[in-house]
DNA sequence: CGTTGGGTTGATCGACCTCAATAAAAGTGG
DNA sequence: CCACTTTTATTGAGGTCGATCAACCCAACG
């Protein structure tokens, strides 16, 4: 979103003008996240609000249950987001990539965990600050809330698919939605990158590991995929989304 | 919400003022839903754009993919929400009731079917005074953003539910889902009314119509509870409580 | 070189689905 | 009100997909 206060991967590879707003330019996430939203002016104003920041893998950026202080944009990386279920069973709610904004509901406390899968890069809004803002541009709480109708969508999809898909069904539907995300921020790609372990794909799909790794293999055998350092690469997209029918 | 425009039962039922605002004193859904948010003198406004409806059971209030010109508060009865997946399968997102607001996110088009299960009365609102009343007060932005968000928590619970629970756990969730949520209107009861077909409530847990009249009469034999005409009645919360393990 | 954590593969078991029959309830028309 | 159909609910028998338990592989790392 900007890169004012360092830190930022992208203020080290192009030379950045000197203006506080004109970093917003080079940053992957203004086009589709909140920032959208607004207009120049009001870009200053959430600039001065947002402090840079970065989290190397496995650490974690807020937990479950605590006070919501800060909300974050992401700007590169993956974090996934867990919550933990009252018998000790781990879920998956999602995970969140570049332009992904977490804390969209501004609700008093978050509802799971976010923990870093690679090096990620965020713009950190206080909340005081960040409320003030909506309150005083009210694009940004359209923009918000539209975000959150959408978010409230895919989650209603997820519910469905969730519901009554066979394994390679929600693999499946799980790799070409990962790509289809993907592809916002970085245009159609084969390559599907899962910085995620399987067991956080087992979380977020309710299947246990041994499913996936069977079920990934069952994809290989068919030519459907091909398994690459830290992904796979789609091989067969007809009949991958033959099988998902979306 | 409001009664002004005739068709209520509640309007029947009590000896309503002759002010157009009071009649939202006598309505259920005044105090939970959106309306909570507004002002007396706002509350004129949003009385001024809503049109009081009735739908008999079967009928359906709007259908999926159809463009969402109008916006409904439930003032009383049932709704079920019903997605069609592409291969034909049907979903139940889930059951809205009294206070519900339906098209929240105020997306373009609705994203499921919303059929009526019991006499259900509503307040419409079209979508572009809703639209404009929605920018002219920001209270009612504030609160619709807060219960989008709030239906998006209950939707990423719902999420981690389906995912991981045997049928039992799934069932007793959904009955003691149901009684909170009743409670919210008619305070807590032991009956809890379940207007839907079995079938409904398979659509909805992500099971078949046999597992789930099999989990009844399992419950029943547990003695945990008694099936009544039109719901069950909870015989022993406790033990239900520690098979959901909320 | 042993250790550790993630990933794959195999064998077995069980929860839920599927198919099928029956029962109960809710409409329908005379 | 009663026969009739239609829909919904229950119960049973058998099959299957994914979970569970267990072994093994492999790469990273001290």
């Not at 203020?11 to 589709?32: D, F, M, Q």
């Not at 069977?214 to 350092?229: A, C, D, H, S």
Request: charged share 20%.
């Amino acid at each position: 979103m900007n890169n004012v206060r360092g830190h930022s991967n992208i203020v080290k590879l192009v030379s950045s003008p000197a203006s506080s707003h004109a970093n917003c330019e080079y940053c992957k996430a203004r086009t589709i996240s909140i920032c959208a939203a607004l207009e120049f002016d009001e870009l200053g104003a959430l600039d001065q609000l947002a402090r840079k920041n970065c989290f190397q893998p496995r650490e974690t950026l807020f937990h479950e249950h605590d006070a919501a202080n800060v909300f974050y944009n992401i700007t590169s990386g993956m974090v996934r987001l867990v919550k933990v279920l009252p018998d000790g069973r781990r879920t998956l709610i999602g995970f969140a990539m570049t332009g992904d904004f977490l804390g969209l509901s501004m609700a008093d406390r978050h509802v799971y965990s976010g923990e870093a899968l690679t090096d990620v890069s965020v713009c950190e809004f206080r909340r005081d600050g960040f409320s003030d803002l909506v309150d005083q541009y009210p694009h940004l709480l359209r923009r918000l809330h539209a975000l959150t109708g959408h978010e409230l969508t895919i989650a209603q999809t997820q519910m469905a698919i969730l519901g009554r898909r066979t394994a390679v069904e929600k693999v499946v539907i799980f790799l070409l939605t990962m790509r289809d995300r993907w592809s916002h921020v970085n245009g159609s790609n084969l390559l599907v990158v899962l910085p995620m372990s399987r067991m956080d794909i087992a979380d977020y799909l309710g299947l246990t590991v041994e499913t996936i790794s069977r079920t990934f293999t069952q994809l290989v055998k068919q030519k459907l995929v091909v398994i690459v350092p830290n992904g796979v690469r789609l091989v067969d997209i007809g009949r991958l989304e033959a099988i998902a029918a979306i």
